[in-house]
């Protein structure tokens, strides 16, 4: 080999390396468990080990709650100071173990204003919510009155159901903390991730953390991270190892982007998402696919079907599957198809033509599959005043069969 193919092969190898170098802005909003030894610092080295760059800024005042956050000077100019490739979402640690009743009037609403004041910033940015963990031995405080909070168990699961949860109605991903955290307190229990409150996180419980968000950042193995902090190597490598399994092993399990909602009518299922990739492939596992946006797909036997979307956005592609089940297959009737149904999009009122089987009850459902509207002995003119813009679904019946029309509320 001649020396000028011997540096030819080493500047492509050179320049391969350069390649998968990654670097991303992130912007952390949370109180004092992000804040706690420093997380966004821990991230960031880890990155360095790695070949990659982290650059980071954060208010994380303690105590701090989404509906704090909402208003909070600090918190909106450093969401609109950069063009962020992610927003890390933290809320206060036992309000996502709370009555569902009061999350929604204290928690859901704030996150998702949150998120639209993200991506009004920047509709690339990626919301990335921080689950975080039950207490060391459950919640005493609201044990009383939250009996599921009187556990560690009973805490975490409706932590990671609320972070979930979450997740789905903003499509948005998350970072699994807790669940990397469950994953160590079950098969390194020798592990102390907590500080002597039972709530806040030790340096491994820290180091837990920043392992989980590098992996859901960067989108790379974990246990090629070199920098182990202070902490001796064992426990390093068992946290590293604990993060692949349960992030890096199963990264679409924590990816939200490609959420998507269904109604299903027997045997039809209408599906909603949302609209502004720039691709979208829906697979609906029996061999059928489409490219539209919010297609309704037959199926032409009862089972239960994995249905996959697929989605670009901002040149990245995500990917989200749901089991969707058909119990029952519908009778044909022929009548349904002589309805007409006017006009779509419509502003008050949709007008129903029919006169060989009429239609004796509607109800209409958002495209979260909530019924918002029934109506009956009404049905050549409804009205529809009290619906607020957006799409929805109209389920029609007749003494034989149904049909589903979907239409937009301008």
Not at 378 to 404: A, C, D, H, P, R
């Amino acid at each position: 080999m001649t020396k000028r193919s011997l540096l030819y092969i080493i500047a492509i190898l050179f320049s391969c390396v350069l390649l998968a170098q990654d670097t991303k802005k992130v912007l952390f909003l949370g109180n004092s468990y992000t804040a706690s030894n420093n997380l966004p610092s821990m991230i960031s080295s880890m990155a360095t080990s790695t070949g990659n760059t982290l650059t980071y800024d954060s208010n994380t005042p303690g105590g701090y709650r989404f509906m704090n956050h909402v208003s909070n000077t600090t918190t909106i100019n450093k969401i609109n100071a950069n063009n962020w490739d992610f927003v890390a979402l933290q809320a206060q640690s036992q309000e996502t173990s709370w009555e569902q009743s009061q999350m929604e009037v204290e928690l859901y609403p704030h996150a998702a204003s949150l998120i639209n004041t993200i991506r009004t910033n920047n509709a690339c940015t990626l919301p990335l919510f921080y689950m975080t963990w039950g207490r060391e031995n459950g919640d005493a405080n609201n044990c009383a009155a939250i009996p599921w909070v009187c556990t560690y168990e009973g805490m975490d699961d409706a932590i990671r159901a609320t972070y979930i949860l979450m997740a789905e109605q903003n499509n948005a991903q998350v970072s699994p903390v807790g669940a990397v955290w469950r994953y160590l307190r079950t098969n390194v229990p020798n592990i102390d991730l907590y500080t002597g409150d039972g709530s806040h996180p030790s340096l491994a419980g820290s180091y837990a953390a920043a392992c989980a968000f590098y992996t859901m950042i960067f989108k790379k193995d974990p246990t090629l991270i070199t920098w182990n902090s202070s902490l001796p190597i064992t426990t390093a490598n068992a946290i590293k190892l604990a993060a692949k399994t349960i992030v890096f092993d199963d990264l679409n399990a924590w990816d939200f982007t490609a959420y998507f909602n269904h109604v299903t009518n027997i045997d039809e299922v209408t599906f909603a998402s949302e609209n502004d990739y720039e691709n979208v492939t829906w697979n609906f596992g029996d061999t059928n696919s489409s490219t539209q946006e919010n297609p309704v797909h037959t199926y032409a036997a009862i089972g239960d079907y994995q249905v996959t979307l697929t989605v670009t956005k901002c040149g990245v592609e995500h990917t989200y599957t749901k089991t969707i089940s058909i119990t029952a297959l519908s009778i044909s009737d022929p009548t349904i198809d002589k309805i007409e149904i006017y006009p779509n999009p419509v502003k008050n009122e949709i007008h129903i033509k029919n006169t060989s089987n009429p239609v004796i009850n509607i109800e209409i459902f958002d495209v979260n599959g909530k019924l918002v509207l029934t109506k009956k002995n009404e049905l050549e003119v409804i009205t529809i005043n009290e619906l607020g813009s957006g799409i929805y679904f109209m389920k029609l019946y007749t003494q034989n069969s149904n049909s589903s029309w979907k239409f937009i509320k301008e």
